[in-house]
């Protein structure tokens, strides 16, 4: 069965400091990967998607950015954190379906805080 | 441009009740739609979803939804909610070019 994994859970970083946040999927080939932001009490942003190794595309400008060095892992990085990126970090897998897209398929999630 | 709209952000009702939790799109082609649960501080769990066929489907937890399209919605329903139901809905769309379209979610409360 498919699997996903988020690291770390949590995390609290000061401003100014980089970022990495981490995912990877298992028991799949080829998947598409995404990152969401979740600000308290609001939705769900879509940061990036990808659908193939170094095949990155943003949906919001900002200061952070994506990497998939490998065909499933998926990695949030940030050189110089803002207080704004604070939020509930989530990765997501699907894959095609027909003319369409297949369900998402989501992480726990990482909390980060920036103080 | 596509859109999902879940007009209310916040429901409560009693345990035992019924319950409706209301979605609306706007695409142009016959979109996939879902729906997700999310408890406080974990991922979104996926409830049901549509891509074709039958335009009532049954998910878990009891839950079902149906799919209108000459109203463009997709409300997600269940008979008798249990406390345990208490989270946060989200409604979605996911069209070709993998892009998905999610509703700003709708809070549940569930009062003994």
């Known amino acids: 069965s498919q699997t996903i994994h988020q690291w770390p859970a949590t995390l609290v970083q000061p401003v100014g400091s980089p970022l990495s946040l981490e995912c990877t999927v298992e028991?799949?080939?080829?998947?598409?990967l995404y990152w969401y932001r979740q600000a308290a009490g609001r939705g769900l942003q879509l940061l990036f998607y990808?659908?193939?190794?170094?095949?990155i595309s943003s949906e919001v400008p900002q200061n952070l950015s994506a990497s998939r060095p490998q065909d499933r892992q998926f990695i949030l990085s940030s050189k110089k954190l803002l207080l704004s990126d604070s939020g509930f970090y989530l990765c997501?897998?699907?894959?095609?379906?027909?003319?369409?897209?297949?369900?998402?398929?989501f992480g726990e999630g990482s909390r980060l805080t920036v103080l | 441009a596509q859109s999902v709209t879940q007009p209310d952000i916040h429901i409560t009702v009693s345990e035992g009740a019924s319950l409706e939790l209301r979605c609306n799109y706007s695409?142009?082609?016959?979109?996939?739609l879902f729906w997700y649960v999310q408890s406080p501080g974990q991922g979104l769990q996926l409830l049901l979803k549509?891509?074709?066929?039958?335009?009532l489907v049954q998910g878990i937890k009891g839950f079902e939804a149906e799919f209108k399209r000459s109203q463009s919605s997709f409300n997600l329903r269940k008979p008798s909610v249990h406390w345990s139901d208490a989270a946060e809905y989200f409604c979605?769309?996911?069209?070709?070019?993998?892009?998905?379209?999610f509703g700003t979610g709708t809070s549940l409360t569930v009062i003994p």
């Open positions: 997501a897998w699907n894959t095609q379906r027909g003319l369409g897209t297949g369900e998402l398929f």
């Open positions: 028991g799949t080939s080829n998947p598409n």
């Open positions: 990808s659908v193939g190794i170094g095949q």
């Open positions: 695409y142009g082609a016959t979109p996939y």
């Open positions: 549509y891509f074709s066929g039958d335009t």
């Open positions: 979605a769309v996911g069209r070709a070019g993998n892009q998905f379209y």
